[in-house]
């Protein structure tokens, strides 16, 4: 009985007994996320604040590695040729996963077969601005006096989603106005406050401080709720506008292979970090809209967007690079 007793217990040692899975031993060590754009812009504070919250639901370090540059496809890239152990993720965006596939004759890789979606993480907040001596003060107002004067309101924008974002609004509300592309929102806005356009549609940056001052007016945000950084701006449906389809988004991905039990469990981090109120309240502060999903919901949001970016790129004629 003794000799049978000690085998039994030999057996369950040597792999009778219940191993830790791999899934459940990850994460070990550290974990890199590569975000698309340089540091101090809105998605890399954006990137910095939700790893913080999801190293401390997973029990490890979230270094950010900032690859900024050719619309997102240079972080892109680095993701999709990473191993896949989940030691490295994406913080996608809209720049990459939409604007790049979309705005180039030889797209950089196919962001629906070249990545794996883990977790949706959020939309980040769109607003249309104009230069405070605009004489509108209201959407009705402004489309008013955008019809009225045919080719001679300039509007700015900063990046792709900009580009396409506000290509959309003017075909929706049969607008003809004038675009000057800038490399990125920081100067748009700057001449936006100097009155050089005359309107721009992109996140807030330093746009809101001269709101208080009566420099800009905020007509409008593209967020699905008001935003309480601007909260008489109304949004695009209570406006009457309703077929703003692009929604500047972020979220979390990683390179094709990683396996399921991994790519569950970050997404199981990214809920729980969507359910607290001190992220979602930082993020906020930013006109960032914390959200989380399912891999498979992530997915099929990245699949509608990307079809809505084609159509309206197809609309205008937009030329590739």
Do not use: C
Not at 200 to 218: F, N, S
Not at 246 to 264: A, D, K
């Amino acid at each position: 009985m003794k000799k049978i007793l000690m085998f039994v217990m030999s057996a369950l040692a040597l792999g009778g007994a219940p191993a830790t899975s791999w899934s459940q031993a990850y994460p070990n060590r550290s974990i890199k996320m590569i975000v698309p754009f340089p540091p101090a812009g809105a998605a890399d504070v954006t990137a910095r604040i939700v790893a913080k919250a999801l190293s401390e639901d997973l029990g490890q370090p979230i270094i950010i590695d900032n690859r900024g540059g050719a619309d997102g496809a240079i972080a892109g890239l680095a993701a999709i040729n990473s191993t896949p152990d989940g030691y490295t993720l994406l913080f996608a965006t809209t720049t990459g996963m939409n604007a790049a596939p979309t705005m180039r004759k030889i797209p950089p890789y196919d962001p629906l077969t070249a990545l794996t979606p883990i977790s949706m993480v959020g939309k980040f907040g769109f607003f249309l601005m104009i230069n405070a001596e605009v004489p509108a003060k209201n959407m009705t107002e402004f489309l008013a006096y955008v019809r009225a004067n045919p080719g001679k309101v300039n509007y700015a924008s900063g990046n792709g989603t900009s580009i396409i974002t506000t290509a959309q609004f003017a075909l929706e509300t049969k607008l003809d106005m004038v675009h000057i592309p800038y490399k990125g929102d920081a100067p748009a806005t700057t001449d936006l406050i100097a009155g050089r356009v005359q309107m721009l549609i992109g996140t807030p940056g330093g746009a809101l401080q001269h709101v208080e001052e009566g420099r800009v007016r905020v007509l409008m945000t593209l967020l699905p709720s008001r935003s309480p950084l601007a909260p008489t701006a109304p949004t695009a449906q209570e406006v009457g506008i309703n077929n703003m389809s692009i929604s500047p988004w972020g979220g979390l991905y990683g390179p094709v292979g990683i396996s399921t039990e991994v790519v569950n469990r970050v997404a199981l981090a990214m809920k729980n970090v969507a359910a607290r109120k001190d992220v979602r309240d930082q993020l906020g502060t930013i006109a960032f809209e914390l959200q989380s999903s399912t891999p498979a919901e992530m997915d099929q949001f990245n699949k509608d967007q990307l079809a809505t970016w084609r159509k309206t790129a197809d609309a205008i004629n937009l030329e590739r690079n």
